[in-house]
Antibody, heavy 123, light 107 residues
Framework: EVQLVESGGGLVQPGGSLRLSCAAS????????MDWVRQAPGKGLEWVGR??????????EYAASVKGRFTISRDDSRNSLYLQLNSLKTEDAAMYHC??????????????WGQGTMVTVSS | DIQMTQSPSAMSASVGDRVTISCRAS??????LAWFQQKPGRVPKRLIY???SLQSGVPSRFSGSGSGTEFSLTISSLQPEDFATYYC?????????FGGGTKVEIK
């Protein structure tokens, strides 16, 4: 079964840091680009960023709202994806989902989503 | 950034109704548009990709159309399990951007 399982969320103060993890199983993780998508409570979906595969040098893309504060990385040997969140703001509070990118054309879209891990930013 | 504008933002419909949701891109995105369904407390589920390709396992009452800047998702005969929020996503340019969502409620 194809599965993505996130962990690492929690309560953090503004300005603090957190590292989210995503464990992948049931597919060839190393072959896929992987994205993070977030959803604030009661709000819509927001793309956070992407990491490409080894063949594309593990390069990354970020939304402007998180660029310079968040860092996406991966460990293909552990089938794991990570999101380092630094300098957190109250507006970063959201459910964070890792997603698998497929070959649906152009940049590719997400076909598999994890259940998400909740990040709360509050003093 | 490409802005994705969905309409309506909410609607009421009855079981058996034909429902159409629109999504407009602020610039051309060819056919690189996907539709997602999200039920309360659940993870989004992809219904359509490449504007009109049906995701495996999704009922055939769902269909997508459009290219360039104008797109639509149609549910040919609304079923009780279809009451949810629907989002479009453009994946032709970075940053990937979602529409604001359309909530389909029971009339």
């Amino acid at each position: 079964e194809v599965q993505l399982v996130e962990s690492g969320g929690g309560l953090v103060q503004p300005g603090g840091s957190l590292r989210l993890s995503c464990a992948a199983s049931g597919f060839t993780f190393s072959a896929h680009y992987m994205d993070w998508v977030r959803q604030a409570p009661g709000k819509g979906l927001e793309w956070v960023g992407r990491i490409r595969n080894k063949a594309n040098s593990y390069t990354t893309e970020y939304a402007a709202s998180v660029k310079g504060r968040f860092t996406i990385s991966r460990d293909d040997s552990r089938n794991s994806l990570y999101l380092q969140l630094n300098s957190l703001k109250t507006e970063d509070a959201a459910m964070y989902h890792c997603t698998r990118v497929d070959n649906s054309g152009s940049l590719g879209a997400f076909d598999i989503w994890g259940q998400g891990t909740m990040v709360t930013v509050s003093s | 950034d490409i802005q994705m504008t969905q309409s309506p933002s909410a609607m009421s419909a009855s079981v058996g109704d034909r429902v159409t949701i629109s999504c407009r891109a602020s610039q051309g995105i060819s056919n690189y548009l996907a539709w997602f369904q999200q039920k309360p407390g659940r993870v989004p589920k992809r219904l359509i990709y490449a504007a009109s390709s049906l995701q495996s396992g999704v009922p055939s009452r769902f269909s997508g159309s459009g290219s360039g800047t104008e797109f639509s998702l149609t549910i040919s005969s609304l079923q009780p399990e279809d009451f949810a929020t629907y989002y479009c996503l453009q994946y032709n340019n970075y940053p990937l951007t979602f529409g604001g969502g359309t909530k389909v409620e029971i009339k």
